[in-house]
Antibody, heavy 116, light 113 residues
């Protein structure tokens, strides 16, 4: 069955770089796009960026200068890297599969706290 | 970027009532190619990941109760929940999937009156 699982450090220091991994199963990264979405505590969802099935990427305009999404298809993994972290980057980070007309399957999310 | 304006921010309801949540996009989400609106609705309960309810503005995802109804086209969309149940108390978000960068509405919190 389709599954996505986010992993990464729970705590990152301000000004440092966040590195997250989304490990997928039940579908191929060369057939489906994968998105990253985040949610600050008690706030709404924010679309961050997308890894397309062909390796192309697109990003939220507000995050573009700090964000990079890549993948390793042999390991079924999509990576998120975001630099210059600040406290307002604290939140839950999700990866989600794009079924062509929207995103259908979501990971459980990983909570990231930016604090010294 | 397409801006999604969702309203209301919160809604207090009693079980059995009908509620309406609105989402307005700054550009049309209607594809000329397939005449589909790339607008989806999600439900998120506390501590859980978002769950897809509606896609193409009005198509219910498999397993979603028929009391969830999506409507609208172009730039104006509505999620109607008829006969609200206690299990429907959650946050609801619209998402435009028409063009990148994709954008969510700000969310609507459905609470018990």
């Amino acid at each position: 069955q389709v599954q996505l699982k986010e992993s990464g450090p729970g705590l990152v220091q301000p000004s440092q770089t966040l590195s997250l991994t989304c490990t997928v199963s039940g579908f191929s990264l060369t057939s489906y796009n994968v998105h990253w979405v985040r949610q600050p505590p008690g706030k709404g969802l924010e679309w961050m960026g997308r890894m397309r099935y062909n390796g192309d990427t697109s990003y939220n305009s507000a995050l573009k200068s700090r964000l990079s999404i890549s993948r390793d298809t042999s390991k079924n993994q999509v990576f998120l890297k975001m630099n210059s972290l600040q406290t307002d980057d604290t939140g839950t980070y999700y990866c989600t599969r794009d079924c062509g007309y929207t995103t259908d399957y979501w990971g459980q999310g990983v909570m990231v706290t930016v604090s010294s | 970027d397409i801006v999604m304006t969702q309203s209301p921010f919160s809604l207090a309801v009693s079980e059995g009532e009908m509620v309406t949540i609105n989402c307005k996009s700054s550009q049309s989400l209607l594809s000329s190619g397939n005449q589909k609106n790339y607008l989806a609705w999600y439900q998120q309960k506390p501590g859980q990941s978002p769950k897809l309810l509606i896609y193409y503005a009005s198509t219910r995802q498999s397993g979603v109760p028929d009391r969830f109804i999506g409507s609208g086209s172009g730039t104006d969309f509505t999620l109607t929940i008829s006969d609200v149940q206690a299990e429907d108390l959650a946050d609801y978000y619209c998402l435009q999937h028409y063009s990148s960068p994709y954008t969510f509405g700000a969310g609507t919190k459905l609470e018990l009156k």
